[in-house]
């Protein structure tokens, strides 16, 4: 999905196969979204590197423009969590250049 959005230009972009890849990674996040209902981090209350690897890749879902993204509040609370957290600050909460 990324490189369709930001890498290939707007006419260029296969909207069939866009919409196709939104909904498989939708799939994956509300699976996420469901394993951390009781959970504050992946491994219950432990912050681990699996927080900041599977973080990395939520800066970019929810940083993403033009996708629909259902509500998912505890992807959502963890994400929220993962933002102020030093590790993750240092190592994946940068600027994008």
Same mark, same amino acid.
């Given at each position: 999905? =990324? !490189?369709?959005?930001?890498?290939?230009?707007? @006419?260029?972009?296969? +909207?069939? /196969?866009?919409?196709?890849?939104?909904?498989?990674?939708?799939?994956?996040?509300?699976?996420?979204?469901?394993?951390?209902?009781?959970?504050? =981090? !992946?491994?219950?209350?432990?912050?681990?590197? @699996?927080?900041?690897? +599977?973080? /990395?890749?939520?800066?970019?879902?929810?940083?993403?423009?033009?996708?629909?993204?259902?509500?998912?509040?505890?992807?959502?609370?963890?994400?929220?969590?993962?933002?102020?957290?030093?590790?993750?600050?240092?190592?994946?909460?940068?600027?994008?250049?």
């Amino acid at each position: 999905m =990324f !490189l369709s959005l930001i890498r290939t230009p707007e @006419a260029e972009r296969d +909207l069939t /196969a866009l919409s196709a890849d939104a909904k498989a990674v939708t799939a994956l996040w509300r699976m996420l979204n469901e394993h951390l209902q009781d959970r504050s =981090f !992946l491994e219950n209350d432990n912050f681990t590197l @699996a927080d900041i690897e +599977l973080g /990395a890749y939520a800066k970019r879902w929810f940083g993403l423009e033009g996708i629909e993204r259902p509500s998912m509040p505890y992807l959502e609370r963890w994400y929220s969590r993962l933002e102020t957290h030093p590790g993750f600050k240092k190592y994946v909460d940068l600027p994008l250049t």
